[in-house]
C-alpha cells in the first residue's frame, strides 16, 4: 500500500506563487508514476501534471509555462510549484500514485485564488 500526505494549499491573490508536497510512503519501490489533479465544486478530477519513474512530465495546456513538477527521491517527495495563479486555479489539489492498475490519492488540500 502506499500513502500519500499534502501540504503547501491556502488562499493566494491572483499572480501569486504557491509551492504543494507530497511525501509518500509504503510500498514507494512500486509507484510507476505520480501527479498532480485538481477538482472544482461540480466539475471532473482534472490532471494537472504528472511523472513517471522514468521521468517523463506531461501538462494540459491550461497550466503549461505556469505549473512545473518535480521530484526529491531521497525524500519520497513529489512537489507542484504554481507560478502566475489565476482565480480559475481555485481547486482542492490532489496527489495521486499509480501502483500497477491501481490509484491511490492523497486526502487534498485547498488552493484559493482571489482576484
Known amino acids: 500500500q502506499v500513502q500519500l500526505v499534502e501540504s503547501g494549499g491556502g488562499l493566494v491573490q491572483a499572480g501569486g506563487s504557491l509551492r504543494l508536497s507530497c511525501v509518500a510512503s509504503?510500498?514507494?519501490?512500486?509507484?510507476?508514476?505520480m501527479g498532480w489533479y485538481r477538482q472544482a465544486p461540480g466539475k471532473q478530477r482534472d490532471l494537472v501534471a504528472a511523472i513517471t519513474s522514468g521521468g517523463s512530465i506531461n501538462y494540459p495546456d491550461s497550466v503549461k509555462g505556469r505549473f512545473t513538477i518535480s521530484r526529491d527521491n531521497a525524500k519520497n517527495t513529489v512537489y507542484l510549484q504554481m507560478n502566475s495563479l489565476k482565480p480559475e486555479d481555485t481547486a482542492v489539489y490532489y496527489c495521486n500514485a499509480k501502483v500497477w492498475l491501481v490509484n491511490y490519492w492523497g486526502q487534498g488540500t485547498q488552493v484559493t485564488v482571489s482576484s
Open positions: 509504503g510500498s514507494i519501490r512500486s509507484i510507476k508514476a
